[in-house]
């Protein structure tokens, strides 16, 4: 093969795809193969569907003969969380009542990735019903982070997070309730994108993975040239999810490379900076300073009810959810694991009227970012406010930076998810991205957030910030 | 709450054992406590958000 296809992006190998310099099939196969070899490891993949994969290449391979090139994801290995549903391959949302579930039908994200004629390697691991942010999960096992497998790799899109991060797809799609693909993508040292509520269809996602006012599609990439490409595959309205947005479809890629000098960029202050690590700390005082460098204007700001978040966030998301879960809460109670049924049934305990002043407190949250938003054309924060705890120190129900050990979760949820659910609640768009690495070695995340339907201005602004630091650049150590 | 739970437990046949009930009340009562900031707001003109539909 012409370049070294394990290294290079989807924007670097789509032209070489187009061109027949390198073959779809030979480029699926170097992918499962590593895959294979790397899995057990990880454990970053529940089901690898090769035979389908190879069919599939092989299918692409003779389109490209035939001159008929689809596009930038022809040919390219991609992998799906395991909540997405697929055609004909076992979709079980982490969960023990779905491990046997083969859904007839694929979801419109899912549809549309196969229709740009990209190649299925197979399923990611994830947390349990996708309600937590470690995917320790207690059906299909822990999925270990591929810069320590000692550590987590951050949830609940874990899996997918992990499979980009150590080459064994080049995106995977997730979801994103509270924090769900920014998180993982943080820990994992990736770029990983929650687009603005209703850009991407949620047609197919498994219900009670995701709360119908928080949820959204997702997406993990190794750049946010990639992660452009591929948003511009799945947006747009679907007929199918009367949630998603009749919003015309940019040129996602159109900003990519062009100047931000005068950009205006809050720096968002909230209920989340008492659980902000000093090393966390430092390392968004460094983007700022790069942001700046950039010609960007910078300054704190903040918004008069951010501290309603939690509530509103807890509120919405674990009664929607109780809701969807009702008809398996009724019959397979013993099917759960004992905290996620546990934290089902609590949720049945809110009264409807806590759940109306959730989303009454909503709007006056969103319409006081939408100000913000007027004043600032961006806002930046952490995506994490502490550096990715161990497998056993989230088994043992903590975390530890700056000599302090504290809970993992209280009932806000788990700590990690503090800095992302202000853009579940909002809807806003959000992309993480590597902005450094903890005193332990593994990434730190940045997350840049934009306007409703302001994508391409957060390509644009997250794109030029990667090329100035290169911390994309670095790879995990895992065996060639 | 723990009325309720009960009550709950008995209508899905959870089969809670009386410790999981202990837990579950306390946690449904830290969520009682964090849903309290939602009635200190003045939202006497606010309807709720129920559906994110914005156009650019």
Request: proline share 6%; hydrophobic share 40%; net charge neutral.
């Amino acid at each position: 093969m012409a370049v070294d296809a394990i290294a290079a992006t989807i924007s670097e190998l789509a032209p070489l795809l187009r061109r027949k310099k390198i073959s779809p099939v030979e480029l699926t196969r170097l992918y499962l193969e590593r895959a294979k070899r790397l899995n057990p490891h990880l454990n970053a993949y529940t089901t690898l569907t090769e035979e389908q994969a190879l069919a599939d290449a092989a299918r692409a391979e003779r389109e490209i003969h035939q001159s008929l090139y689809r596009g930038p994801l022809h040919g390219i290995p991609f992998s799906i969380k395991d909540n997405l549903s697929t055609r004909g391959i076992r979709t079980t949302a982490g969960s023990k009542i779905l491990a046997d579930w083969v859904p007839d039908f694929d979801a419109t994200a899912v549809q549309r990735v196969k229709a740009a004629g990209a190649i299925l390697l197979g399923k990611t691991n994830m947390h349990e019903w996708a309600l937590g942010g470690t995917t320790i999960n207690p059906f299909y096992g822990t999925t270990h982070n591929p810069w320590n497998v000692d550590y987590i790799a951050g949830g609940s899109s874990g899996g997918s997070a992990a499979a980009v991060a150590a080459d064994l797809c080049l995106a995977s799609i997730g979801t994103d309730s509270a924090q769900s693909v920014r998180n993982p993508a943080s820990m994992c040292g990736i770029v990983g994108l929650k687009p603005t509520y209703g850009r991407v269809s949620q047609f197919g996602t498994v219900a009670g993975t995701g709360a119908y006012s928080t949820n959204h599609i997702g997406l993990l990439t190794r750049t946010v040239e990639d992660c452009a490409l591929v948003l511009q595959t799945i947006a747009g309205h679907d007929p199918k999810d009367p949630l998603s947005a009749h919003a015309p479809v940019p040129n996602f890629s159109l900003g990519i490379g062009k100047a931000v000098k005068g950009m205006k960029v809050g720096i968002l202050r909230g209920y989340f900076d008492a659980f902000i690590a000093k090393e966390v700390s430092a390392s968004v005082c460094q983007a700022v300073a790069a942001l700046n460098s950039l010609g960007m204007q910078t300054e704190e700001v903040t918004t008069p009810h951010l501290d309603l978040i939690p509530a509103i966030k807890v509120c919405t998301s674990r009664v929607e959810n109780a809701a969807a879960h009702d008809p398996y809460l009724r019959t397979k109670a013993n099917e759960y694991s004992k905290a996620t049924l546990h934290s089902y049934i609590a949720a049945l305990l809110t009264p409807a009227t806590t759940y109306v002043m959730a989303q009454r407190a909503r709007r006056i949250v969103c319409d006081e970012f939408d100000e913000l938003l007027k004043r600032v054309q961006l806002l930046i924060l952490p995506t994490i406010g502490f550096p990715v705890p161990t497998i056993e120190q989230c088994q043992a129900g903590y975390v530890e930076f700056d000599g302090k050990k504290i809970p993992r979760q209280d009932c806000r949820g788990g700590l990690e998810s503090f800095c992302c659910i202000p853009f579940n609640v909002t809807g806003l768009p959000a992309i993480s991205l590597c902005c450094g690495f903890s005193q332990s070695g593994l990434p730190l995340g940045l997350q840049i957030v934009a306007g409703s339907f302001q994508e391409p201005l957060l390509f644009q602004v997250a794109h030029a910030y990667e090329r100035l630091t290169e911390w994309y650049r670095r790879r995990p150590a895992l065996p060639a | 709450m723990e009325e309720q739970l009960r009550k709950l437990n008995r209508e899905y046949a959870f089969n809670l054992s009386e410790a999981e009930i202990q837990a579950i009340t306390r946690r449904a009562e830290e969520f009682e406590r964090l849903f309290s900031c939602l009635y200190e707001v003045d939202l006497s003109d606010t309807t709720p958000l129920l559906k994110l539909d914005k156009r650019p």
